[in-house]
Nanobody, 124 residues
């Protein structure tokens, strides 16, 4: 089983930036589509961003377009989420996920592997 470990969460003021990292164990990371999801208190886990195995294709939830950037470094078995212009409504636990979805990777049911999550809190 693939292990995913997120890091980089923390407390930041509105308008600030954070970069989340997700380190994957094993030797098959480069073959996976990787996604980021988030879950705020009392809400369902929602899609944030996805990147193809090659890094050549990305897609973002409308609410984060222009502010967040997903990227990956296959040599380091790591996927990143650069978050700029953070807003209080971005506060959530952020999860990375890996899989080989047949669809566009926007649905959490398309992923087989999940990290433990990292807390992002944006203060006003």
């Amino acid at each position: 089983q693939v292990q995913l470990v997120e890091s980089g969460g923390g407390l930041v003021q509105a308008g600030g930036s954070l970069r989340l990292s997700c380190l994957a164990s094993g030797r098959t990371f480069s073959s996976y589509t990787m996604g980021w999801f988030r879950q705020a208190p009392g809400k369902e886990r929602e899609f944030v961003a996805v990147i193809s195995w090659s890094g050549g294709s990305t897609y973002y939830e409308d609410s984060v377009k222009g502010r967040f950037t997903i990227s990956r470094d296959n040599a380091k078995n790591t996927v990143y989420l650069q978050m700029n212009s953070l807003k209080p409504e971005d506060t959530a636990v952020y999860y990375c996920a890996g899989g080989r979805p047949r669809g566009w990777g926007r649905d959490r049911t398309e992923y087989d592997y999940w990290g433990q999550g990292t807390q992002v809190t944006v203060s006003s």
